[in-house]
């Protein structure tokens, strides 16, 4: 095995050369090669001819038409007996040759992580990372707010190496000195907060909670194991949360502090934006847990998201029931499962009415624990789905979109709102979840980012156009996405083939959504009917079909 790595790298050293730049960065080109362009008069042979007397090397040196039109040429030379560096120079002295460089080699613009195992996350490519780590890697809000994210969990090792930079800290708190140091109304919570035992006791240290943050925040680009999807961020940990008391508990502290934050304007608390719960009980329906999902909406009076893990067990929660699934609350997103072929997994639950998106969970490879013993491997289950979901609310703050995130501290709920309509309105289609989900779709951050982008780059008013209809033929819910060149109210109307108004509604374009109306059609006999959208002169109209 030894003999085959030098080989390896012996083979990969003679192929590409690597140069140093002053920036620090490096450059890759390709050995025994340069480009050069002739000058229109001069012969390519007598260049050659030239060149080979000057320096010669165990093989003459051959090229070849590159571009004819422009006069340039491929140079081949054996490096192993040529001075590459001697070479560049004298053919730069040349009075023959008009240009000669290096054959680089160029690299795709999406940001990768240097992390040795990030060649094994395959779940972070499925979801547009690379791309979407080009623009952000995390960390603060344009405002400079730094963001934060609560795991709720029985316990997770925060020592973890590639988890301790990430570990929120509550800098106003003294550790374990038995007081509320910052009067915020708990006592030693310095590294979050354990409901059971009061204080931030990490709780019991488990494999799971160890994965759930590792997915949401592994410290990205550190040369070490792997990267989350925010290399940047601050993970709360709320431990030993198994009993609806501790839930709830947990939740509590989490709306405290991101209220503080609020009213304060950041001089305490902490900037939550979201909050994980990679557990639940099946088989269970909201009616007979309130307490539980009143959480949920009081977390989000505040601008507080929550991510949920729907059943790993493939039951319609809708008719079977789940929790939280159930809890109908504005602010929960639940997740499910899909696998590396993106396709939903059998083992997870769905619900036209109660699971929102998809997300990749099996086995996803992310930060582990044995133990006090710090592990990578794999981690699988709508509990793996989910924190992708939440590490994508987390990044979408960071974008440097100062009008998506402006009013965090002041209407607080609106901007939590707009971030998860940006998240479920940007899924990429997907047919194993279509009528099984509310978006049909799994979670696309590259595509929630190129959202931002054209919204808060001025482009996302377009000329008037109904952009897709979907699905198309439909049976029960039609969607209609559109584009705008203003956010005034518009007109959107459905004819049947006769010419006949069958409906009419004034919509207002949001400048931070991805505009997507929704008709119920269930009703309407199986027939060809259009759909119309505009105001004054100005109409687009698209044919759909009913059966």
Same mark, same amino acid.
């Given at each position: 095995?030894?003999?085959?790595?030098?080989?390896?790298?012996?083979?990969?050293?003679?192929?590409?050369?690597?140069?140093?730049?002053?920036?620090?960065?490096?450059?890759?080109?390709?050995?025994?090669?340069?480009?050069?362009?002739?000058?229109?008069?001069?012969?390519?042979?007598?260049?050659?001819?030239?060149?080979?007397?000057?320096?010669?090397?165990?093989?003459?040196? #051959?090229?070849?038409?590159?571009?004819?039109?422009?006069?340039?040429?491929?140079?081949?030379?054996?490096?192993?007996?040529?001075?590459?560096?001697?070479?560049?120079?004298?053919?730069?002295?040349?009075?023959?040759?008009?240009?000669?460089?290096?054959?680089?080699?160029?690299?795709?613009?999406?940001?990768?992580?240097?992390?040795?195992?990030?060649?094994?996350?395959?779940?972070?490519?499925?979801?547009?990372?690379?791309?979407?780590?080009?623009?952000?890697?995390?960390?603060?809000?344009?405002?400079?707010?730094?963001?934060? %994210?609560?795991?709720? #969990?029985?316990?997770?090792?925060?020592?973890?190496?590639?988890?301790?930079?990430?570990?929120?800290?509550?800098?106003?708190?003294?550790?374990?000195?038995?007081?509320?140091?910052?009067?915020?109304?708990?006592?030693?919570?310095?590294?979050?907060?354990?409901?059971?035992?009061?204080?931030?006791?990490?709780?019991?240290?488990?494999?799971?909670?160890?994965?759930?943050?590792?997915?949401?925040?592994?410290?990205?680009?550190?040369?070490?194991?792997?990267?989350?999807?925010?290399?940047?961020?601050?993970?709360?940990?709320?431990?030993?949360?198994?009993?609806?008391?501790?839930?709830?508990?947990?939740?509590?502290?989490?709306?405290?502090?991101?209220?503080?934050?609020?009213?304060?304007?950041?001089?305490?608390?902490?900037?939550?934006?979201?909050?994980?719960?990679?557990?639940?009980?099946?088989?269970?329906?909201? %009616?007979?847990?309130?307490?539980?999902?009143?959480?949920?909406?009081?977390?989000?009076?505040?601008?507080?998201?929550?991510?949920?893990?729907?059943?790993?067990?493939?039951?319609?929660?809708?008719?079977?029931?789940?929790?939280?699934?159930?809890?109908?609350? #504005?602010?929960?997103?639940?997740?499910?499962?899909?696998?590396?072929?993106?396709?939903?997994?059998?083992?997870?639950?769905?619900?036209?009415?109660?699971?929102?998106?998809?997300?990749?969970?099996?086995?996803?490879?992310?930060?582990?624990?044995?133990?006090?013993?710090?592990?990578?491997?794999?981690?699988?289950?709508?509990?793996?789905?989910?924190?992708? %979901?939440?590490?994508?609310?987390?990044?979408?703050?960071?974008?440097?979109?100062?009008?998506?995130?402006?009013?965090?501290?002041?209407?607080?709920?609106?901007?939590?709102?707009?971030?998860?309509?940006?998240?479920?309105?940007?899924?990429?289609?997907?047919?194993?979840?279509?009528?099984?989900?509310?978006? #049909?779709?799994?979670?696309?951050?590259?595509?929630?980012?190129?959202?931002?982008?054209?919204?808060?780059?001025?482009?996302?008013?377009?000329?008037?156009?109904?952009?897709?209809?979907?699905?198309?033929?439909?049976?029960?819910?039609?969607?209609?996405?559109?584009?705008?060149?203003?956010?005034?109210?518009?007109?959107?109307?459905?004819?049947?083939?006769?010419?006949?108004?069958?409906?009419?509604?004034?919509?207002?374009?949001?400048?931070?959504?991805?505009?997507?109306?929704?008709?119920?059609?269930?009703?309407?006999?199986?027939?060809?009917?259009?759909?119309?959208?505009?105001?004054?002169?100005?109409?687009?109209? %698209?044919?759909?079909?009913?059966?």
């Amino acid at each position: 095995m030894y003999i085959m790595n030098i080989r390896y790298y012996l083979t990969l050293a003679a192929f590409f050369v690597t140069l140093t730049w002053a920036a620090g960065q490096s450059l890759e080109r390709q050995a025994g090669e340069l480009l050069v362009q002739l000058n229109a008069e001069s012969s390519p042979a007598s260049v050659l001819f030239q060149l080979n007397q000057t320096i010669p090397g165990a093989k003459p040196m #051959e090229w070849e038409p590159l571009v004819s039109d422009w006069q340039i040429y491929l140079l081949h030379f054996d490096e192993s007996t040529i001075d590459a560096a001697a070479l560049l120079r004298v053919a730069q002295r040349m009075v023959d040759i008009r240009n000669v460089q290096w054959n680089h080699r160029v690299f795709e613009r999406t940001t990768q992580p240097n992390d040795p195992d990030w060649m094994m996350q395959d779940d972070m490519t499925m979801i547009g990372l690379p791309e979407a780590w080009d623009v952000t890697t995390g960390g603060l809000t344009p405002a400079g707010d730094t963001i934060v %994210v609560a795991v709720l #969990e029985k316990g997770a090792l925060l020592d973890h190496p590639d988890l301790e930079a990430n570990v929120w800290h509550n800098w106003g708190e003294i550790p374990g000195n038995g007081l509320d140091d910052d009067g915020n109304g708990y006592t030693d919570d310095f590294r979050g907060w354990n409901p059971r035992t009061e204080n931030d006791d990490p709780g019991a240290i488990g494999f799971h909670g160890t994965a759930v943050n590792g997915i949401i925040g592994a410290k990205g680009n550190n040369s070490i194991g792997v990267a989350g999807v925010n290399w940047n961020i601050k993970l709360m940990n709320l431990a030993n949360t198994e009993l609806e008391s501790e839930i709830i508990a947990a939740y509590k502290y989490v709306a405290d502090m991101r209220k503080l934050y609020n009213s304060t304007n950041g001089a305490k608390g902490a900037f939550v934006v979201a909050t994980n719960a990679s557990f639940g009980i099946d088989y269970e329906f909201a %009616v007979d847990h309130p307490l539980w999902c009143a959480a949920y909406d009081s977390l989000g009076k505040v601008g507080v998201l929550s991510m949920g893990a729907t059943a790993n067990q493939n039951v319609d929660v809708d008719q079977q029931g789940d929790m939280p699934s159930t809890c109908p609350s #504005e602010y929960l997103i639940m997740v499910t499962n899909v696998d590396k072929f993106d396709k939903r997994k059998p083992t997870a639950g769905y619900g036209k009415n109660h699971v929102d998106l998809g997300a990749p969970g099996d086995g996803s490879y992310t930060t582990y624990s044995q133990g006090m013993t710090a592990q990578y491997g794999a981690f699988t289950g709508t509990s793996a789905a989910t924190p992708h %979901v939440t590490g994508a609310v987390g990044l979408l703050y960071s974008l440097q979109c100062g009008d998506l995130t402006a009013d965090a501290l002041t209407q607080p709920a609106l901007c939590a709102r707009r971030i998860r309509d940006i998240i479920l309105e940007n899924v990429s289609p997907n047919e194993t979840l279509e009528n099984i989900t509310k978006t #049909e779709g799994r979670l696309d951050v590259a595509a929630s980012v190129r959202a931002v982008q054209e919204l808060c780059g001025g482009l996302g008013a377009g000329p008037l156009d109904i952009l897709w209809v979907r699905p198309n033929p439909v049976q029960d819910l039609l969607r209609v996405r559109y584009q705008t060149p203003s956010y005034v109210p518009y007109q959107i109307r459905v004819f049947n083939m006769l010419g006949q108004q069958l409906y009419e509604e004034t919509i207002v374009p949001n400048p931070f959504s991805s505009n997507i109306w929704e008709y119920d059609v269930h009703a309407l006999p199986a027939g060809v009917y259009a759909v119309s959208f505009g105001r004054k002169e100005a109409w687009r109209s %698209v044919k759909f079909v009913k059966y």
